[in-house]
């Protein structure tokens, strides 16, 4: 079992409901804190939609405690917030269906020191956590994942003012909103890694961060000029990887994923880990089989010690592959995306195969339809948030 797992458990209810919902609704966390339209780099797709971000740490010193729904189900969540006899938050209040759902309990709930967060799915899934409040922890995220279990995410934000950031080189064109990296380690064990960038040849950035089982790291913005750089990531036991960040100019928004899997590899790219879809449109009369085919190709990644299928390292990697049987008629076919990056998409049928280009990364994303009519035709457009 996990080690987050084991503050959660589904044995008696460890915090009774509380009548009342808060005010705050939904909000989505896939975008950025500043709503902007999205824009497509070849037609706009039609359901793209702006959403809010409640996942970027805040921009002043408050103290702030938010919910995150990982899981395709709707909840209803109860939280309770003390410290010894004095009781500082008790409510209860739905959240939306995710992956990617949000939103804010509270800010400015507590001061420094250490505080228990007790919290109850409907389910009957608790978790009950010493939240310990700092000057770089100041934020707690309660999430609700996949498997619809409760586990804290302490968002902490390192002081790097030794560093000259953000970087910039000469003659670039400056990034709208310069990407900070994220780090997350989900495996068991607590990981200190080593973070290196280099911009052609020229190393600017080297930080040792201690990515703990129940931490999101965030540092400040780390680059500001649109360009190519190379990311390193060394693990204590010398597990590597690298990676090409490219960072083109219509991309206003982006970020450094750099995440530690559950089964302890280390990948590195431009958004979390998801699970992606496309639509299908079979205008025939009978089922048909589509197979869909992730794959890295070679110039998408600067090669690294830590190559396999999740694609962190090999040339052509095929990084995820699913085949699913469709009815007549509109419907979703869903793969995953191991880490966001760049990628080549590979659609298959009976009738045919087709391979387009896939970005799946913060605020650059495809939408990809698929329609089956006797042939095969297919339709992909990537957009960026603008």
């Known amino acids: 079992m996990k080690r987050r797992a084991l503050l959660s458990t589904v044995a008696g209810s460890a915090?009774?409901?509380?009548?009342?919902?808060?005010?705050d609704s939904d909000e989505s966390v896939e975008t950025p804190a500043n709503p902007q339209t999205t824009t497509a780099t070849t037609d706009s797709p039609t359901d793209s939609t702006t959403e809010t971000d409640t996942s970027e740490p805040e921009p002043d010193s408050s103290i702030g405690l938010s919910v995150v729904n990982e899981d395709d189900e709707s909840h209803t969540l109860s939280v309770r917030v003390?410290?010894?006899?004095?009781?500082h938050f008790d409510g209860s209040f739905d959240i939306g269906a995710g992956p990617g759902r949000g939103r804010s309990v509270e800010n400015d709930l507590v001061g420094e020191g250490s505080f228990r967060v007790v919290a109850?799915?409907?389910?009957?899934?608790?978790?009950?956590?010493?939240?310990?409040?700092?000057?770089?922890?100041?934020?707690l995220e309660l999430v609700v994942t996949s498997d619809a279990v409760l586990e804290p995410r302490q968002r902490v934000t390192p002081d790097l003012d030794d560093a000259d950031l953000p970087y910039s080189f000469p003659d670039a064109t400056?990034?709208?909103?310069?990407?900070?990296?994220?780090?997350?380690?989900r495996s068991d064990d607590d990981v200190r890694l080593t973070v290196a960038i280099e911009h052609d040849g020229t190393r600017f950035f080297e930080h040792a961060f201690d990515a703990a089982t129940d931490r999101e790291i965030s540092t400040p913005a780390l680059v500001k000029s649109h360009g190519t750089y190379v990311v390193f990531v060394e693990a204590e036991d010398g597990r590597t990887v690298a990676h090409e960040w490219h960072i083109p100019e219509k991309w206003a928004w982006p970020t450094l994923a750099v995440l530690v899997a559950e089964d302890g590899s280390i990948r590195v790219g431009c958004a979390w880990p998801k699970r992606a879809s496309v639509h299908v449109k079979n205008e025939g009369e009978t089922e048909r089989d589509v197979t869909l085919t992730l794959?890295?190709?070679?110039a998408g990644d600067a090669g690294g010690g830590d190559s396999d299928a999740d694609g962190t390292g090999s040339e052509d990697a095929v990084v995820?592959?699913?085949?699913?049987?469709?009815?007549?008629?509109?419907?979703?076919?869903?793969?995953?995306?191991?880490?966001?990056?760049k990628y080549q998409l590979t659609i298959e049928t009976p009738v045919g195969s087709e391979t387009v280009a896939y970005a799946a990364c913060y605020c650059w994303n495809t939408n990809t339809t698929v329609t089956l009519d006797g042939g095969l035709s297919v339709e992909s457009f990537q957009y960026v948030c603008d």
Not at 177 to 183: G, H, L, Q, Y
Not at 295 to 298: A, F, M, V
């Open 15 to 23: 915090l009774g409901l509380v009548g009342g919902c808060l005010g």
């Open 82 to 87: 003390t410290d010894g006899d004095e009781t």
């Open 120 to 139: 109850e799915l409907e389910t009957g899934a608790t978790l009950d956590y010493e939240w310990t409040v700092t000057d770089e922890a100041r934020h």
């Open 174 to 185: 400056d990034i709208f909103a310069p990407p900070t990296a994220k780090i997350r380690n």
């Open 295 to 298: 794959l890295r190709p070679d």
């Open 320 to 341: 995820s592959e699913t085949t699913q049987t469709v009815p007549p008629g509109e419907s979703n076919v869903a793969f995953d995306v191991p880490i966001g990056d």
